[in-house]
């Protein structure tokens, strides 16, 4: 089991601690609703250290990332973030990613914890182009400052702008006193925020202060399984869950991540998808009875036929219903849709609707 950085810090704030992705991580500190509360009215820290940093550099940097992602990476300037994945050739998803372009010829890939194996494995065997690729995963952290009061928070420790920082840009600069920090404004909780990336040496200092700082904005620790409620309301895929290795980025509603004006990994099949229309698809849905919708819950019909599964699903700590995304056959999937989850042996009524969960 690896530890983060600041393992030991949130043992010594008494979080409970779980087996993740191969890591020693917080799943929560005073409770799921109250730091999920949190994040959605004034500001929490994530630290999500586990995930894995890519550096790929030099003249066939682009070409490489263009080969081996969906999304078009050369609409990217100097600055600027993609969320993107790694098709395999089976029409599945190896893992999805975000590609931040630093410069010209360089550029930084960040994949799931559970995946950084995997991933570096995949990309390499394409690397016919002569890239550098250095894995950095093990050498930094990574914070997520989440919540509307983020960026006023923050503001004291850095002169970059971070309440005019746009969805999906990043710079790098200072932060609490060090430099060469990223700071990314991709978040995965729909409450806005930032996250910062940094070598490990500096966690704790940047830790204190960043609660020092955030002291008088009810600043708190929140641990993974509000990020897990957080992401879920927000409709927000979470791979090995909503999308894998047998999910196709068409099924999983990613079609917007798919450009098919390049060629990458198993494009012509999935062109060719696109073009026959996928059999099943992942949904939204709400129970519109009571209970709580779980990972792998069989999803039926009105006469008790099976039509899909459920994939992820919880109890919504800011709708008060039970929500949940899955696939379903195709003709399921119109929203308005009636549909049934299979909560232990009753068919619990649920309607298929649009994402997000959670409108601010």
């Not at 696109?274 to 009105?302: M, N, Q, S």
């Not at 992820?312 to 696939?327: D, E």
Request: with cysteine.
């Amino acid at each position: 089991m690896k530890n983060t950085a600041l393992t030991h810090v949130h043992e010594s704030l008494g979080a409970k601690m779980v087996p993740f992705a191969g890591y020693n991580m917080p799943v929560q500190y005073e409770g799921v609703n109250a730091e999920h509360e949190t994040v959605r009215n004034d500001v929490g820290v994530f630290d999500v250290s586990h995930m894995g940093e890519f550096f790929l550099k030099g003249a066939n940097a682009l070409a490489l990332i263009q080969k081996v992602t969906s999304n078009d990476a050369s609409k990217l300037v100097d600055g600027k973030a993609q969320y993107s994945c790694l098709p395999n050739n089976d029409g599945g998803i190896v893992d999805d990613l975000i590609v931040y372009k630093i410069a010209d010829n360089d550029y930084m890939l960040v994949v799931n914890a559970s995946n950084i194996e995997k991933d570096w494995n995949w990309i390499a065997a394409h690397n016919d182009l002569g890239v550098e690729m250095i894995n950095a995963s093990d050498d930094y952290s990574l914070l997520a400052i989440q919540g509307p009061k983020a960026a006023e928070a923050m503001q004291s420790l850095t002169s970059i702008d971070l309440v005019n920082m746009p969805y999906y840009s990043f710079q790098i600069g200072d932060f609490a006193g060090l430099n060469n920090i990223i700071i990314s404004a991709t978040g995965y909780t729909g409450s806005g925020g930032f996250e910062i990336y940094f070598k490990n040496e500096n966690a704790e200092t940047i830790w204190n202060q960043i609660f020092e700082a955030g002291a008088a904005f009810g600043i708190k620790p929140i641990g993974l399984a509000a990020r897990d409620t957080l992401r879920l309301e927000m409709g927000f895929c979470l791979y090995g869950n909503d999308i894998n290795d047998t999910t196709s980025p068409l099924e999983a509603g990613l079609g917007w991540i798919t450009k098919f004006d390049k060629e990458f990994t198993n494009s012509a099949n999935l062109k060719t998808q696109k073009e026959a229309g996928v059999t099943k698809k992942l949904i939204g849905f709400e129970l519109v009875e009571r209970g709580i919708p779980r990972h792998d819950y069989e999803i039926v019909d009105a006469n008790g036929n099976n039509i899909g599964i459920v994939t992820s699903g919880t109890m919504a700590p800011s709708l008060g219903k039970g929500i949940g995304m899955g696939y379903v056959k195709s003709e399921f999937a119109a929203v308005d849709s009636s549909i049934f989850i299979k909560i232990r042996n009753n068919n619990v009524a649920a309607k298929v609707v649009k994402m997000p969960f959670y409108k601010k």
